[in-house]
Structures are given as C-alpha cells and as structure tokens.
Nanobody, 123 residues
Framework: VQLQASGGGLVQAGGSLRLSCAAS????????MGWFRQAPGKEREFVAS????????YYADSVKVRFTISRDNARNTVYLQMNSLKPEDTAVYYC?????????????????WGQGTQVTVSS
C-alpha cells in the first residue's frame, strides 16, 4: 500500500484543517487506517484510527471531540477533520495502514506509512 498525505498548512488557533491520505496499491478497503503525529523534539504519537468498514473509530484523548477520522473506500482515501486547533497540535502528521483493527493499529507500529504533512497552529 502506498500512502500520500496532503492538506497540512498554517492555521490560527481555533481554526480547522482537513487532512487527506490517498492510497494506492493493495486493496485499500481491506486495511484499517490511522493518523499519527510527531512534534519537534517529541516522540511520534497516535492520533486517530478507523476500521476497514468505517464503522469503528478510535481517538487519542487529546483530540477526542475536536478531530474526526473518516474514509471513502470508493475513493481510496482517509480523512482527518481537525477543528478547534490548538498550538500543541502543531506537528508533522502521518497516515498509516495495517490490518490489526483500529485499537491494534493505535497500539503497534503500522506496516505502511505515508510521508508526513506539516500542520502548524499559531497562537
């Protein structure tokens, strides 16, 4: 699976962004998908994940309510809608794919990774 993330940018605190991750290669709809992020000087952390059917989602506590993950299997794309952004959300965001379920993807190291997209939230 090849993953291509996009949609990052600079936004003021309280604003919104929507990240997209387009997949190609193996059948996208068979894979659970997720988003991770890494801020400067910090370890990579889990953000959100979604099961292959789209029915099950899982979020880090820090983004619950503010972020929404979704997928469109017809378009081979997963999205991350980010609202009420805070300066501490500033990071490089990576999409990932695996077949461990949403919680398994969050807990482990996903098999496939996309390149990152920078999100910067100014105060």
């Amino acid at each position: 699976v090849q993953l291509q993330a996009s949609g990052g940018g600079l936004v003021q605190a309280g604003g919104s962004l929507r990240l997209s991750c387009a997949a190609s290669g193996r059948t996208f709809s068979y894979y659970d998908m997720g988003w991770f992020r890494q801020a400067p000087g910090k370890e990579r952390e889990f953000v959100a994940s979604i099961g292959w059917t789209g029915d099950t989602t899982y979020y880090a506590d820090s983004v619950k309510v503010r972020f929404t993950i979704s997928r469109d299997n017809a378009r081979n794309t997963v999205y991350l809608q980010m609202n009420s952004l805070k300066p501490e959300d500033t990071a490089v965001y990576y999409c990932a794919a695996d077949r461990k379920g949403p919680r398994g993807l969050a807990a482990g190291t996903p098999l496939y990774w996309g390149q990152g997209t920078q999100v910067t939230v100014s105060s």
